[in-house]
């Protein structure tokens, strides 16, 4: 199956239809009258069609099993077409849009199977995903145009004396939402290094600042207290966010001392100084963080 390890819990909901076509009228007159030989077909489909969404991962190969919290299945009338719509929720970190058109299929074949004895050219036309809600899939609006910047604070990095992987990560995230006008910048582990330069972008009306390392714990880890004086609007939830994805995966992500707010305009956001550490952080925050802009401007949904 495919890894959805990196992907985080989230609300997400789907909603599918079958087309149910008989070929005369009296077959919908047995169908409202409770008339069919066999039983009430809405309760017998709407039956079938929760363990199809509960089975849904047993038949379909590629589909993961998920917790299903919430279904439910309706049906309407029009002419000669019977609408089954099924509407399925979960939590979880994939989406439940197979198992909505799954239970949607397994209602129309007992309807199918219900009605043939009256009805020798009843058809299943269509099974379609009319709504899908939730995931990274569902972020909407994101900012058009940001001025990013990245910090890489290291004092290797800075002497020459290793490679810089956190902060291109940063880069390449940026540039796959199509912010691609990233200043990118390396300092050494020092407070007045790190205040010069984040002063520097604040100037500059930088929109959105990343720091990647010094977020530990050892002496020369000093990003969260050369960045903390700038922020006027902490946001808390965003770092808590970061290391409790992180310590699902692990177990000293709780040491991060990284902090994220605003300083003015400006979003500031301090990560780890592995490359692992950034992108598991990125993958936990985007690209919803993203949505403070809006609040910032008044235009929240």
Same mark, same amino acid.
Request: aromatic share 6%.
């Given at each position: 199956?495919?890894?959805?390890?990196?992907?985080?819990?989230?609300?997400?909901?789907?909603?599918?239809?079958?087309?149910?076509?008989?070929?005369?009228?009296?077959?919908?007159?047995?169908?409202?009258?409770?008339?069919?030989?066999?039983?009430?077909?809405?309760?017998?489909?709407?039956?079938?069609?929760?363990?199809?969404?509960?089975?849904?991962?047993?038949?379909?190969?590629?589909?993961?099993?998920?917790?299903?919290?919430?279904?439910?299945?309706?049906?309407?009338?029009?002419?000669?077409?019977?609408?089954?719509?099924?509407?399925?929720?979960?939590?979880?970190?994939?989406?439940?849009?197979?198992?909505?058109?799954?239970?949607?299929?397994?209602?129309?074949?007992?309807?199918?199977?219900?009605?043939?004895?009256?009805?020798?050219?009843?058809?299943?036309?269509?099974?379609?995903?009319?709504?899908?809600?939730?995931?990274?899939?569902?972020?909407?609006?994101?900012?058009?145009?940001?001025?990013? +910047? #990245?910090?890489?604070?290291? &004092? !290797?990095?800075?002497? $020459?004396?290793? *490679?810089?992987?956190?902060?291109?990560?940063?880069?390449?995230?940026?540039?796959?939402?199509?912010?691609?006008?990233?200043?990118?910048?390396?300092?050494?582990?020092?407070?007045?290094?790190?205040?010069?330069?984040?002063?520097?972008?604040?100037?500059?009306?930088?929109?959105?600042?990343?720091?990647?390392?010094?977020?530990?714990?050892?002496?020369?880890?000093?990003?969260?207290? +050369? #960045?903390?004086?700038?922020? &006027? !609007?902490?946001?808390? $939830?965003?770092? *808590?966010?970061?290391?409790?994805?992180?310590?699902?995966?692990?177990?000293?992500?709780?040491?991060?001392?990284?902090?994220?707010?605003?300083?003015?305009?400006?979003?500031?956001?301090?990560?780890?100084?592995?490359?692992?550490?950034?992108?598991?952080?990125?993958?936990?925050?985007?690209?919803?963080?993203?949505?403070?802009?809006?609040?910032?401007?008044?235009?929240?949904?």
């Amino acid at each position: 199956m495919v890894n959805i390890t990196h992907k985080t819990n989230t609300l997400r909901r789907a909603v599918a239809t079958a087309t149910l076509q008989v070929s005369k009228q009296e077959t919908i007159d047995a169908v409202n009258e409770r008339r069919v030989p066999k039983g009430d077909i809405f309760e017998f489909s709407r039956a079938a069609a929760l363990f199809g969404i509960k089975k849904t991962s047993d038949v379909i190969p590629d589909c993961h099993p998920l917790p299903v919290e919430y279904s439910n299945i309706s049906y309407s009338i029009d002419g000669l077409s019977i609408i089954i719509s099924v509407e399925v929720h979960t939590i979880y970190k994939t989406g439940v849009e197979v198992e909505a058109m799954h239970g949607a299929s397994v209602a129309a074949l007992v309807m199918y199977d219900m009605l043939k004895p009256i009805d020798k050219n009843v058809e299943i036309q269509h099974i379609r995903l009319q709504e899908k809600h939730g995931g990274k899939s569902d972020a909407r609006h994101l900012p058009k145009a940001l001025k990013c +910047a #990245v910090v890489v604070c290291s &004092d !290797t990095v800075s002497r $020459g004396e290793k *490679e810089d992987t956190s902060g291109k990560a940063i880069v390449n995230l940026l540039a796959s939402y199509n912010y691609n006008d990233v200043e990118y910048n390396v300092v050494s582990d020092d407070v007045e290094a790190i205040q010069k330069i984040l002063q520097q972008l604040l100037d500059n009306r930088t929109d959105l600042v990343f720091f990647t390392g010094g977020t530990g714990l050892s002496a020369r880890d000093v990003t969260p207290q +050369a #960045v903390a004086p700038f922020i &006027d !609007t902490e946001i808390p $939830g965003i770092m *808590e966010t970061a290391r409790a994805y992180g310590q699902q995966r692990v177990n000293t992500a709780m040491l991060s001392r990284g902090i994220a707010g605003f300083a003015g305009g400006t979003l500031i956001i301090t990560l780890p100084g592995s490359k692992k550490g950034v992108e598991e952080s990125l993958q936990a925050l985007f690209p919803q963080v993203l949505h403070v802009f809006s609040v910032r401007e008044g235009n929240s949904h």
